[in-house]
């Protein structure tokens, strides 16, 4: 079997050139590439397309769910492996849900460090035992979360889809009242409604939320290109 190459980061130089070390001494595991950096670990990642990615949770330049979701993107064969200083339920719901592979702490031994990244290359995903109950109760408030926020979604009428449409596009009251070829105040009630059904305090929060939860696609594009349309039959 063929050596896994592996990318190595960690903040500290020191600590990161004793993995490189303890890695390179490996007989089925070779460094490919090392950095202290979340931006220069994403561009290493696509220039090297590591087997596996170690990332540390405090990299600059990205969070560690950012530079996860980001080397996943770009190299979507590499496996990547989180080293945190302990166990944090938090963070590992965070980077498992960035697409994240395996959650190690550092306070273990170097030879469970070994161990997990070989079950992840043979594609074992990784949990500390004491973190899955929490870890799973955690994903099921979450989905279910997200299911009660997509019916309130649902609920909006065709017309207020409409205008959350726009609200997305960053249109504000009046703009959405000429594109719509409604009044005013028509136009204040239809995003008053949506706001309320939504469960959300302002125009932008209700923005925010459908790009969030990725229902643009589900938003009326029809909006944008109304004026046009009639303008031309008028025409």
Known sequence: MSATSVLVTHEHRLLRECLVEAFSA????????????????VLDAQRT???IVLLRPVLPRLTVTEA??????????????????GD?????????????????????????????VRRVQRGETVVPPLLLGHMLRQLILRRRRTERTFQRFL????????????????????TVAAELFISAQTARTHIQNLISKLGVHSRLEAAALAVTN?????????????????LSRIA
Do not use: F
């Not at 490996?26 to 670990?41: F, I, K, M, N, P």
């Not at 996860?68 to 200083?85: E, H, P």
């Not at 229902?215 to 594009?221: A, E, G, K, N």
């Open 26 to 41: 490996q007989d089925d595991l070779y460094v490919v590439a090392h950095t202290g950096d979340g931006r220069d670990a």
């Open 49 to 51: 397309s590591p087997g």
């Open 68 to 85: 996860c979701a980001a080397i996943k993107q770009a190299v979507a064969s590499s496996r990547v492996v989180v080293m945190a200083d």
């Open 88 to 116: 944090d339920p938090a963070l590992l719901l965070d980077t498992i849900e960035a697409g994240a592979d395996g959650y190690v702490s550092l306070t273990r031994d170097l030879d469970d460090l070994l161990t997990a």
């Open 155 to 174: 609920d909006l009428t065709p017309r207020e889809k409409e205008v959350l449409s726009l609200l997305v596009q960053g249109c504000h009251q009046e």
């Open 214 to 230: 990725g229902w643009l696609d589900m938003l009326p594009s029809e909006s944008r290109n109304r004026r046009d349309d009639l």
